[in-house]
């Protein structure tokens, strides 16, 4: 071991702390004592101070705490840029990349604070939810709410438990490729769901596509739900989990649609953004959703469009795009259908559906049919939109005949009408979706 060239974070010895600078990087941060050395100038104190730090002293300190505080994003799903340590306090940001403009994803793992009280402040806008952020010590397969108790202005604090090893926070309830993968587990053997493939990304990554309900022969109605248009917008894909359960449940309602309906779903549009950790909202030039319209530059997008209106063969009957909005405010923080002003035929259609799902439900995620009939638009224009060109998912696809109608459902990410979303309350909701679409398509018959 050398003081030169090594990677150090801070480390306590009763002389105070220090850290050792990685050479090779050229990246440091020094604390020792009462000093603390941040800016230009980092990395030549870093050397001049190694110049004088003894081997012996550096083996005393991996005795004392041989476990370094690090912060990172590297794993699916990861995203955050770490500006510096203070102290105990975490300044930090979400990496936007090619996102136009501003969003609030953030995605980060702490190791080596067993024990400790870390204080997190954003330095880039305040992107922490009304239930404070999602955190996870079982490597994101589990999520909770820390509670907006933690939170104070654009920063939290957590008290990590004295084993902690990997603690996970992040802006929502991260689903990545891996939990869908669990997911699908579940239904190993089962011959009415089925993963095919829809695409390979830019990335060479598999963009799926499932089948679920009746798949032998031909189904009396078809139905396509598409999550994560967006990247970012995980809550959604509980709801698509709970809408499967309910299609693959043995129940009267499942047993019914393994005879009458083919569902199917598209778990991530945007795979790369979401295996990535990107925004996906408002991504250059243009981002999944706003790509349907003229010569698409996605192979997701580009693949839907060459095979739903092949697979509907006139069966299709609607097709729910499912995303989740802003983190904060009255319609952010409700269940809603934005469809109002995007056509009128379309809009009295799926009010019938919208009126059975706020009759059938019975999930704690409560639907209000009245949040929706008042919802104008995101900027607050109202403009009717009937006559815009088919730029998103939802007005393209029910350009495809025999579509009654087509429609964006927002999932909050954090409340819905005072009530906390989680994974097993999104799931609930998505079975409360599966009971409106039962009682929907029956109605067509």
């Not at 969003?103 to 922490?128: M, Q």
């Not at 010590?137 to 990997?166: C, H, M, P, Q, R």
């Not at 390979?200 to 994560?228: I, S």
């Not at 043995?250 to 953004?273: C, H, Q, S, Y």
């Amino acid at each position: 071991m050398s003081a030169q060239g090594m990677t150090f974070c801070f480390m306590a010895s009763d002389r105070g702390n220090i850290l050792v600078f990685d050479d090779g990087n050229e990246r440091a941060a020094i604390v020792t004592g009462d000093l603390i050395l941040f800016g230009e100038d980092t990395v030549l104190q870093a050397r001049r101070l190694s110049e004088h730090v003894s081997e012996a002293y550096l083996r005393e300190l991996e005795e004392v705490n041989p476990v370094s505080l690090t912060i990172d994003a590297d794993y699916p799903g990861g995203n955050i840029v770490v500006e510096k340590i203070q102290g105990d306090t975490v300044y930090l940001r979400q990496d936007l990349r090619d996102t136009e403009g501003w969003w609030f994803y953030w995605n980060f793992r702490v190791r080596g604070a067993a024990g400790r009280t870390l204080k997190f402040e954003f330095t880039n806008g305040n992107p922490i939810g009304v239930r404070g952020p999602a955190v996870s010590t079982d490597g994101g397969t589990t999520w909770s709410w820390l509670g907006a108790e933690a939170v104070e202005g654009a920063s939290f604090a957590y008290a990590f438990a004295k084993d902690a090893e990997d603690v996970r926070f992040c802006l929502g309830m991260a689903y990545q490729e891996a939990d869908l993968q669990r997911f699908l587990k579940r239904y190993a053997d089962n011959p009415h769901l089925s993963v095919k493939e829809l695409c390979k990304t830019r990335k060479g990554r598999v963009v799926e596509r499932l089948h679920a309900g009746k798949l032998d022969g031909q189904p009396r109605h078809r139905v396509l739900l598409t999550v994560r248009h967006h990247a970012c917008e995980m809550m959604a894909s509980y709801v698509l989990e709970g809408v499967l359960e309910a299609i693959l449940a043995d129940t009267d309602d499942g047993r019914w649609f393994r005879k009458n309906l083919e569902l199917m779903a598209i778990p991530f549009v945007d795979k790369d953004g979401v295996e990535d950790g990107d925004q996906g909202k408002n991504r250059r030039p243009h981002d999944h959703n706003r790509d349907y319209f003229g010569q698409s530059i996605y192979p997701s997008v580009r693949a839907i469009k060459d095979l739903i209106p092949k697979w509907s063969e006139g069966r299709l009957r609607f097709a729910l795009d499912m995303h989740c909005p802003w983190i904060r405010g009255k319609y952010h923080e409700t269940i809603l259908f934005p469809e109002r002003l995007e056509g009128k035929e379309n809009w009295q259609r799926l009010m019938v559906f919208l009126r059975m799902l706020e009759h059938v439900q019975a999930g704690p995620l409560v639907f209000n049919l009245e949040d929706s009939l008042s919802f104008t638009s995101w900027d607050g224009s109202t403009r009717n939109r009937d006559d815009d060109p088919p730029r998103t998912f939802s007005r393209w696809v029910r350009t495809i005949p025999g579509v009654f109608f087509s429609a964006v459902v927002e999932i909050p990410y954090a409340n819905a009408s005072g009530q906390a979303v989680t994974a097993e309350t999104a799931r609930a909701f998505g079975h409360d979706l599966a009971r409106a679409m039962r009682k929907y398509l029956e109605s067509l018959e």
